[in-house]
């Protein structure tokens, strides 16, 4: 009896164990919904470098690294926030500006660049004079992924701030900081010290160091980006006169109950509606289609060689709004490890899990195709892949050819259910109609024969 209440004992404490190991199972989606599993160690760092000090504080260099693989910042640019952990007032800048001024009326002399206990940086412009330009400053906020152009995966922007401080025990880190990349997106965590940063001379003769350093890192989540996604996948193949499209709502539905959620391409009034649209909004104003997505990617099985098969990728936008600068695709498909030759896209591949090299990162070629222009009949860019064939591996059945998951600039897209894959044609099934013909007329012939009385 005592045994057979321990082994209940036991069996409950079992269920209550496997009850909670559940519980946190399922909350580590929550808390880890920004890991990425094809760039586990991407992110954005901010690096916060103290350069000297002012008679009330100090002047900083504020650098914003993307150590993304393939997921970057585009127009209209990021936008850097924090909380002030005193009085902090910020008197000048330098390749970067405030979004507001605040409320500076107890300065009777010089007036501060902002007197916010929040501010908000936005970088400046191309074509900014130089006497306002830092290193690293003035692209409109857009920052390149470390893959695609590491020359210009940082942006920095220098600032003076009062009221701060003069040495290492006075100042204190600013707190609570929030990173646009355009539009929400990106969690920051705190503030950290860290050792200060070190610079080497042009020379390469002297270096120094910054007086103070810290640092803040940023993760992104699609989910926190926005509530339904941004692309989608089409597929085709030539042995098959199936187009399997987007799925329906991939991105969200026609409502026709409150228009003006899509514009329809064959309205005569369409150049009158776009031109009117706000072009600041991040929100974007798409082509009406069953899909409802900024951006469908295709992929076409186009033809079958003897050891090669080639492959046709086709890129469309359809969102009025957006031009996309510096556009990239990432592909998984088990292949690619043979890919030899791609016709107008960049190509670099990504190994997420070490020696299995089946995710390519693709984007265009500066100045003929990195520019995907809005919906219309420029807004579309495309190429073709070469596969050599690996025998071992290497087959059309079961939607095979078709690409596992497809990212356009960093965010997932949906595919199509893989029950609806152009399937490859059964030729025992499909005889040609003279010979299934032939057969009836024999068999036909058959009866006729067994059933006549001799």
């Known amino acids: 009896m005592v045994s057979f209440l321990k082994n209940r004992a036991g069996a409950h404490l079992n269920g209550v164990a496997i009850f909670v190991g559940i519980l946190v199972f399922c909350l580590s989606f929550t808390i880890t919904d920004a890991y990425d599993a094809l760039d586990p160690n991407g992110n954005i760092t901010v690096k916060w470098d103290v350069m000297s000090w002012t008679p009330d504080g100090y002047v900083a260099v504020v650098t914003i690294f993307n150590f993304q693989k393939y997921r970057h910042i585009e127009s209209p640019g990021w936008k850097l926030g924090w909380t002030w952990a005193k009085k902090e007032v910020i008197w000048s800048m330098l390749g970067g500006q405030a979004t ?9 002399g010089n007036i501060p660049h902002c007197c916010k206990k929040n501010p908000t940086i936005v970088d400046l412009l191309p074509g900014t004079p130089y006497n306002q330009q830092i290193a690293n400053c003035c692209k409109g906020g857009v920052i390149s992924s470390w893959v695609q152009d590491p020359a210009n995966a940082a942006s920095s922007f220098q600032l003076s701030v009062g009221q701060a401080g003069t040495s290492n025990k006075t100042v204190r880190v600013p707190k609570n900081f929030t990173l646009l990349g355009p539009g929400p997106g990106y969690t920051c ?28 890192t940023c993760s992104y989540s699609q989910f926190l980006a ?8 089409s597929l085709s193949a030539f042995y098959n006169d199936t187009i399997v499209g987007c799925p329906t709502c991939s991105c969200g539905c026609q409502n026709i109950t409150q228009p003006g959620t899509c514009v329809d391409p064959d309205s005569p009034h369409i150049a009158s509606v776009v031109s009117n649209s706000d072009k600041n909004s991040v929100a974007p104003l798409v082509q009406c289609t069953s899909h409802m997505c900024p951006i469908r990617v ?10 090669y ?22 592909a998984q498909h088990p292949n690619f490890d043979n890919l030899t030759q791609i016709f107008s896209f960049n190509y670099e591949p990504l190994t997420p899990y070490g020696s299995i090299n089946d995710t390519a990162m693709l984007w265009g070629v500066k100045f ?3 520019l995907l222009m809005q919906a219309g009949p420029s807004g579309n860019v495309q190429s073709e892949l070469l596969f050599k064939k690996d025998k071992t591996t290497f087959t059309f059945d079961k939607g095979w050819a078709f690409p596992r998951r497809i990212y356009f600039n960093g965010d997932n897209c949906v595919m199509p259910p893989p029950d609806s894959y152009p399937y490859l044609p059964n030729n025992g099934a499909r005889l040609p109609i003279a010979m299934l013909h032939l057969i009836i007329t024999i068999m036909a012939s058959s009866v006729v024969l067994l059933s006549h009385p001799w």
């Open 309 to 330: 098969w080639r492959v046709k990728i086709a890129i469309t936008n359809f969102n009025y709004r957006m031009n996309y600068t510096q556009w990239n695709l990432v």
């Open 100 to 108: 507001e001024q605040g409320d500076c009326s107890r300065f009777k």
């Open 226 to 233: 926005q509530k339904t996604p941004t692309c989608c996948v």
């Open 189 to 216: 965590g705190p503030a950290k010290i860290v050792k200060p940063s070190k610079f080497t001379t042009p020379d390469k003769r002297r270096v120094t160091q910054a007086l103070m350093t810290w640092n803040v």
């Open 368 to 370: 003929y195709n990195d």
């Open 298 to 307: 295709h992929w076409h099985v186009k033809l079958n060689y003897k050891e």
